[in-house]
C-alpha cells in the first residue's frame, strides 16, 4: 500500500502554524512585560521626593530603549522610550498597539512626564490616550489639581482622551491615571476606545459616549452633586 504523501506535509504545517503562535504569544507577553515594568517606575518617579534623581536611575535601567531625542540642547532635552506589540498593520486580530513615555529635562531637572497608549485600528478611529504628569510647580495653579479630557457626562468623545496630573495629585488620582488597561496589546481585538484603554477614568455608557469615573479640578458644583458612573 502506498503511504499518502499529504500527512507528513500536513503535520508539517500544523506544527508551523502552532510555532507561529507560540512565538506570537511570547513577542506580545514580552512586549506587555516591558511596559508594566515602565509603568512601575513611572509610578515611583511620580511619588519620589527626588523626581530627577529616580529619572537618573531609570536612564541606567533602560538604557538600551530611554534616547534622547535628536533635537536636544544644554539646557533642554527630552528622552523616550517606545514599546510596541510588533503586530504588522495588517493584522487585524490583534491591532498594533504601542506605548510611548517622554521624560522632559530643562537646565537639569525633571520637569514632566508624557505617556501615550495607542490602537492603531482600521475598522473604527484608533484610540488613544495621553497622560502627563506635571513635576515641577506652576506658580499659577499651583500643583494639587486634576484635568480631564473628555470631560463630563455621555461624551461624544471616544477615540481621544487626555489626563494632565499635577505634582501634587492625591496617590488615588495617580494610581488611576497609570492604570492603563494593558491587555489592549495582547488580547484579540485589541481595544476600541479610551474607556477600554483607560478604564478607571472613563466608562462607556453608550455604543458611542463615555463619562468621566472621577472627580476633576473642572467639576462644577452640579457636576461634584451627582454620582459618579460605578
Known amino acids: 500500500m502506498r503511504r499518502s504523501p499529504w500527512k507528513p ?19 506580545l507577553q514580552v512586549s506587555r512585560r516591558k511596559v508594566e515594568s515602565l509603568l512601575r517606575d513611572v509610578s515611583v518617579l ?11 536611575f531609570m536612564k541606567r535601567r533602560y538604557a538600551r530603549d530611554l534616547q534622547p531625542k535628536d533635537y536636544c540642547t544644554p539646557s533642554r532635552c527630552i528622552y523616550e522610550v517606545a514599546i510596541t506589540n510588533k503586530m504588522p498593520y495588517w493584522f487585524r486580530p490583534i491591532p498594533r498597539t504601542g506605548f510611548t513615555a517622554s521624560f522632559e529635562i530643562y537646565d537639569g ?11 492603531s485600528r482600521s475598522d473604527v478611529p484608533s484610540p488613544l490616550v495621553w497622560v502627563q504628569q506635571d513635576i515641577w510647580t506652576n ?12 470631560h463630563g457626562r455621555d461624551v461624544k468623545q471616544t477615540a481621544h482622551g487626555d489626563v494632565d496630573l499635577g505634582r501634587c495629585a492625591t496617590p488615588f488620582e495617580k494610581k488611576v491615571a497609570l492604570n492603563f488597561d494593558l491587555e489592549c496589546m495582547t488580547k484579540l481585538g485589541g481595544c476600541k476606545d479610551i474607556s477600554e484603554m483607560l478604564p478607571d477614568v472613563w466608562k462607556r455608557t453608550a455604543p458611542d459616549a463615555v463619562s468621566t469615573r472621577i472627580r476633576t479640578w473642572g467639576d462644577s ?3 461634584r452633586a451627582l454620582p459618579l458612573p460605578n
Open 109 to 119: 531637572s525633571l520637569i514632566h512626564v508624557l505617556m501615550q497608549y495607542r490602537s
Open 139 to 150: 506658580p499659577s495653579i499651583g500643583c494639587n489639581w486634576i484635568a480631564v479630557d473628555p
Open 46 to 56: 511620580s511619588n519620589s521626593q527626588d523626581p530627577t534623581a529616580y529619572f537618573s
Open 221 to 223: 458644583i452640579a457636576e
Open 9 to 27: 506535509i500536513s503535520f508539517v504545517v500544523v506544527a508551523t502554524v502552532l510555532l507561529l503562535f507560540v512565538i506570537l504569544e511570547i513577542t
